[in-house]
C-alpha cells in the first residue's frame, strides 16, 4: 500500500475510533461505579449508532454471498469483504491492542505498525480466549437487523456496510466488556464466587451475576435514551411526538434478549479461567 494513502486511512481512523471508553488505570481507578460509567456511556454509542444505520433500508444484496466475488475472499459477501478489509486496516493502526476490542475475523490479521501503547493490564490472561463476536454477528445479522431497518433496496451497500461495522463493533466491545464487570465484582468479593468458579458451576456463577433490578434499570434507561436521541425535532411539536427515528422498544429489546444475556455470558466464561 502507498504510504501516504496508509498515513491518510490510518489518520482518518485515529480521528474517528474513539478509544475515550478505554480503562486507563493510570488515570482513573478501577472500580465497580468506574465500569459502570463507561456502560451507560456505550449505551450512548449504540444508540447513536443504530440510527444511523436505520437512514438505510436493509440493503439485502450486500450480505448475500452470490451477489459478488473478490479473489481470494471466496464465499464471502459485499458485506464480509468490507469488514474483512476494515479489520485488517485497523491492525496495522493498532485497534486489536486494546483489550477492549475484538475483531470478528481474528485469524491472520496483520500485526500493529504504530507504536505500542502501554494499555493496563487489568484482565486475567486468559481473557484473551473468550471472543463471541460470531454469535453477535449472527443475532445482529439474523434477528436484530429485520427489527429496526426497512425493507428495501437503495444501492447504498458501502455505506449500509460501514453502518453496520459500527453498530456491530460498539455491541462487541458493549458486550465484551464483561470481562471487565467480572474482574471488578471478583476483585470485590473473590470469596463469593471461588467455589462456583472451582467447581466449575456455571449456573451458580450466573445466579450471582444477575441483579433483575439493575437489567430493569438498565431496559428502561436505554429506552429512554431512544426516545431522546431518536426523537423527530421540527418546530411544530405535536407533528413529531411518538415519531423516533430508531423504535425505542426494538433497543430495549435488544438489550434484554441479547446484550445483557451476552455480557453475562462473557462474564461467566471469564470468571471460569480467573483463577488459572
Known amino acids: 500500500m502507498d504510504l501516504t494513502l496508509f498515513l491518510f486511512l490510518f489518520l482518518c481512523f485515529v480521528g474517528n475510533v474513539d478509544f475515550a471508553e478505554s480503562l486507563d ?13 463507561s456502560l451507560i456511556r456505550q449505551e450512548d454509542t449504540i444508540v447513536f449508532c ?74 486475567h490472561p486468559a481473557a484473551n480466549s473468550i471472543n463471541i463476536n460470531k454469535m453477535i454477528w449472527d443475532m445482529y445479522c439474523s434477528q436484530l437487523l429485520p427489527l429496526f431497518v426497512a425493507e428495501g433496496d437503495d444501492g447504498n451497500y458501502a455505506s449500509t456496510a460501514s453502518s453496520d461495522i459500527d453498530c456491530l463493533q ?34 451458580a456463577l450466573m445466579k450471582l451475576l ?20 431518536g426523537q423527530e425535532v421540527n418546530l411544530d411539536n405535536d407533528n413529531s411526538k411518538g415519531m423516533y427515528k430508531v423504535d425505542p422498544s426494538v433497543v430495549s429489546r435488544l438489550y434484554v434478549e441479547w446484550v445483557m444475556p451476552l455480557t453475562k455470558l462473557v462474564q461467566v466464561e471469564y470468571l471460569l479461567r480467573r483463577l488459572d
Not at 25 to 37: G, I, N, Q, W, Y
Not at 172 to 201: C, L, N, Q, T
Not at 213 to 229: D, H, I, L, N, T
Open 210 to 229: 444477575t441483579f433483575e433490578k439493575v437489567e430493569e434499570m438498565v431496559r428502561r434507561r436505554v429506552e429512554k435514551k431512544a426516545m431522546v436521541f
Open 50 to 123: 443504530l440510527i444511523e444505520r436505520a437512514k438505510y433500508p436493509l440493503n439485502s444484496p450486500a450480505y448475500n454471498q452470490s451477489y459478488v466475488s473478490f479473489p481470494g475472499f471466496s464465499g464471502s459477501s459485499l458485506f464480509e469483504y468490507i469488514v474483512k478489509q476494515t479489520e485488517t486496516l485497523q491492525a496495522t493502526a493498532g485497534r486489536y491492542e486494546n483489550p477492549e476490542e475484538h475483531a470478528f475475523f481474528p485469524d491472520n490479521l496483520p500485526r500493529s505498525l504504530v507504536p505500542p501503547y502501554n494499555y493496563s493490564q487489568v484482565l
Open 170 to 203: 460498539a455491541l462487541s466491545r458493549r458486550i465484551h466488556y464483561g470481562k471487565f464487570v467480572a474482574e471488578v465484582k471478583f476483585r470485590d468479593a473473590p470469596h463469593d464466587y471461588e467455589p462456583a468458579i472451582r467447581a466449575k458451576d456455571r449456573d
Open 25 to 37: 488505570m493510570e488515570k482513573a481507578e478501577f472500580t465497580l461505579d468506574s465500569v459502570r460509567d
